[in-house]
């Protein structure tokens, strides 16, 4: 209930009317009813721009691992090769790091990180795609 007539304040004293301006000052006599209105618009109450400023900040949801069946797919269809390996992922440049796979292609001693992925799967067919 607290809330609700916090709220309904809030609202009552963003719809208030500004004070008059004095004569001879800018916005007086000379300013029009649209005028009024355009910066009757432009007040937005600080809940909707604390609630867009909170949906802006929300973390980009990540997109799901493709399955095995849709990474071999995909390489086949783009005509590549996945690059197996005898090291613990299987493929070459394709690392772990915890429960995430990331590849690195290295050449001439430095490494082009391209990324990190769901599957070991998905990161060779990223490696692929660079080779």
């Known amino acids: 209930a607290a809330e609700a007539a916090a709220a309904a304040e809030a609202a009552a004293a963003w719809s208030a009317a500004p004070p008059p301006t004095p004569p001879g000052e800018a916005g007086s006599a000379s300013t029009s009813t649209a005028d009024a209105a355009v910066e009757a618009e432009e007040k937005v109450p600080a809940t909707a721009v ?19 069946a849709e990474v071999r797919a995909t390489a ?10 005898d090291g613990e992922t299987g493929f070459k440049y394709v690392h772990r790091s915890g429960s995430r796979f990331f590849a690195v292609v290295s050449s001439d001693g430095h490494g082009k990180y391209l990324g990190t992925f769901g599957t070991a799967l998905e990161a060779a067919l990223h490696v692929a795609r660079y080779l």
């Open 50 to 68: 604390t609630a867009a400023a909170s949906a802006a900040a929300a973390p980009p949801q990540s997109p799901r691992a493709m399955t095995e």
């Open 76 to 85: 086949q269809a783009e005509g590549l090769t996945l690059v197996p390996s």
